[in-house]
């Protein structure tokens, strides 16, 4: 069994490791490795940030129209589509849309952890981790 810091901190290894591999080496099996990386870290981190919410019944409202996985993948998306921008590109004029897919698709993927926040009962209280 893995200790409960590595277990959590699984879904940002592989995100991160595939965004280096993408961004430091450059070449075509990098950047599929990369983007399998960060897909399957985006699909772990779905999964347990939808069991662990609190709003089960908001989720849907939340979405609109857009099918659940798409909703969920969103932010990665963005990311990952402004970081393979940024790399794929040789016009300089694209950096700043890369930039801000980047930084938008960093946002809401924040936004939508602070907001699903895992409950824990502790000795008749709620505990916020």
């Known amino acids: 069994m893995l200790p409960n810091r590595v277990y959590e ?39 347990r940030s939808d069991h662990r919410r609190a709003d089960l019944r908001q989720s849907s409202a939340h979405r609109g129209s857009l099918p659940f996985w798409l909703y969920e993948m969103q932010p990665f998306i963005y990311a990952t589509g402004g970081l393979l921008l940024w790399q794929m590109s040789n ?10 897919l980047i930084v938008v698709g960093l946002q809401i993927w924040l936004m939508r952890n602070t907001q699903r926040k895992h409950q824990v009962p502790i000795r008749n209280k709620t505990v916020f981790r």
């Open 9 to 47: 901190g699984l879904p940002y290894i592989y995100i991160g490791t595939g965004v280096l591999a993408m961004s430091l080496l450059g070449n075509f099996v990098a950047v599929l490795s990369g983007l399998i990386l960060i897909v399957a870290g985006a699909l772990v981190w779905i999964l």
């Open 91 to 100: 016009n300089q004029y694209l950096y700043p849309s890369a930039l801000v």
